[in-house]
Structures are given as C-alpha cells and as structure tokens.
C-alpha cells in the first residue's frame, strides 16, 4: 500500500476532509477507483478503465491525472504534486519526476497505478471528457 499521501494541509487521511464531499458526490463508475488511488492501493488499468495524464499549470513536480471509464462522456480530475518521501511514514522511493514512479506493469503486461509520496492538491467533479485532458 502507498505511503506518504497528503493533503495540502498535512493530513495524512487524505479520503476525509476536504475531499469528502467530492468523493461521496462520486458517480459509483468513479469512486472504488479514486478511493483506491488515494489509499495508496494498486489500480489495474484494463478496457474499461484508462489514466492519463497532463503536467500541471502550477510547475513543479505537480501533475493533473485524469480518470475515465472508455466511451463515457465524464472524466475525474485529481491534482497531485510529487514529493521525495523524506518523511518518516513516507515510501522510501520517490515519486519525482511524475508520473513514472507510479506506473509499473504487471507480470501480464497490464498497466499498474499506485500513488506514493503525493500531496493531493485537488479533486473534482467529473469533467465532460471532450473538455478535458
């Protein structure tokens, strides 16, 4: 399981909070995907589920990720700024640069995600897909 999430404020419960809200307005299509990305779980992409991803307007090591279930029209927008994970409950890998750390491929070839060492800046609302990323 991935360490070293956060919130913009430290907050190591980063499914509480200010995300809260977001989360339980979730459509059910988003939501066991995104509360496993920010549990620090492993998310296998299959057909039925792609991320991609775009550098963030804000610099850094900060990214805009985005979900989406292949042929919707919504997509799911969290903003994540990596860190070096020197914190003592951090992961011992980096995450710097985004997103490779994140990424690994698994023994079939499938692609999988799981999130270390992020500070979530932001999560959104489902997004018309064509508008986005």
Known sequence: MGTGLRT???NADVLGGAFLGVLVRLLDT???TVEALLRGEPVI????????????TDGGHSIDLFIVRPGADKKVRV???AHDGRAPD????????PPGP????????A???????AVVLN??????AAAVG
């Open 111 to 117: 692609v999988v995600w799981r999130l270390f060492n």
């Open 45 to 56: 992409l299959d057909d039925d589920l792609e991320i991609t991803t775009n550098p963030s």
């Open 8 to 10: 913009r404020a430290g």
């Open 90 to 97: 951090d992961d011992p890998t980096s995450s710097i640069p």
């Open 123 to 128: 999560l959104e609302q489902p997004h018309n």
């Open 79 to 81: 903003q994540l700024r």
């Open 30 to 32: 988003y939501r066991p």
């Open 102 to 109: 994140w990424q690994t491929t698994d023994a079939d070839g």
